[in-house]
């Protein structure tokens, strides 16, 4: 027997949270790219389905003092189009542009990507590299949360009942700084990643040094992971081919990959090491506006 389905529209974040706290059994639909492929497949069946499409507080897209807002609607193609981010951020531009088809990344929204918790998220490693917080809001107030703390496990996350993702916080990057993003899949586009990563490297010009670095990896481990021993390989210390290669050598020490029907441990394990040392270099030439490596 086919059961009724209920879809609501709120206008407002108040009505939405007042949806969230009195329904339950829901699914929140945002741009639908995930939640409408699992239904069509059966993997799961929506019973009441709230829509976030109209909820105008997750709309916020802006440079803000010493941060840049992001609210979890905003679409993919926006990060993609967004001069503020290539100004920014260009690692998180960059990902969202990776993602899917020219359709896709009209309806898909950051929200999504990051809330459907997979490992290989694209938009989740540059995000985490980026040293970003969620803002997750309810009926009983809000908390800011390190991104890299909001995912449990594969498809997994922290989110309570009557909580969601009103907005992403990215800290303004400080000078010098550089980033990028690369993807490893088994086409050119429209591929899940069977590798990714992003990294992100603040330069000391005159020493031609690094001071500090953050890397993220994804579909390397059960979430997408900080690679925490490579990044204090690097800091304070001047560039060097060497250095770069210690650097991507030591990622090892923080993924777990496994095999799957993409590829297996042992590709992703070797190619984790080689994408991340091309974002470093990468990062590296941004942030000293020139080709050093």
């Known amino acids: 027997m086919v059961g009724i389905l209920t879809y609501s529209e709120p206008s407002t974040l108040e009505s939405l949270l007042s949806l969230l706290k009195t329904r339950g059994d829901l699914s929140l639909l945002g741009g639908g790219t995930d939640l409408l492929v699992k239904a069509n497949k059966g993997i799961t ?112 996350t922290i989110l309570g009942q009557g909580q969601v993702i009103k907005e992403i916080i990215i800290p303004t990057p400080k000078n010098n700084q550089g980033s990028a993003f690369l993807k490893l899949g088994k086409r050119n586009a429209l591929a899940i990643s069977l590798v990714n990563v992003s990294a992100v490297v603040a330069a000391d010009i005159q020493a031609m040094s690094i001071i500090e670095a953050r890397i993220a990896l994804g579909a390397a481990a059960p979430t997408v992971v900080l690679a925490d021993a490579a990044a204090e390989k690097l800091k304070g210390r001047e560039i060097s081919e060497a250095l770069l290669e210690s650097a991507a050598e030591a990622v090892w020490q923080d993924i777990q990959p496994i095999t799957d029907i993409r590829t297996s441990a042992e590709y992703r394990r070797e190619m984790s090491k080689v994408i991340t040392k091309r974002a470093l270099i990468k990062a590296i030439n941004r942030a000293f506006g020139r080709k050093l490596l």
Request: aromatic share 2%.
């Open 45 to 156: 069946s929506p019973r009441n389905l709230i829509s976030l499409k109209s909820v105008e507080e997750m709309q916020n897209f802006q440079l803000e003092k010493d941060k840049i807002i992001i609210g979890s609607m905003v679409t993919l193609d926006r990060l993609t189009r967004s001069i503020l981010l290539r100004e920014k951020a260009l690692c998180l531009a960059e990902a969202a542009g990776e993602i899917g088809s020219p359709q896709i990344r009209h309806r898909g929204t950051i929200g999504g990507n990051i809330a459907n918790a997979s490992p290989a998220a694209d938009t989740v490693p540059p995000l985490m590299a980026l040293n970003s917080k969620v803002k997750l809001v309810s009926t009983e107030g809000e908390k800011q949360i390190a991104l890299e703390d909001f995912f449990s496990g594969p498809g997994k």
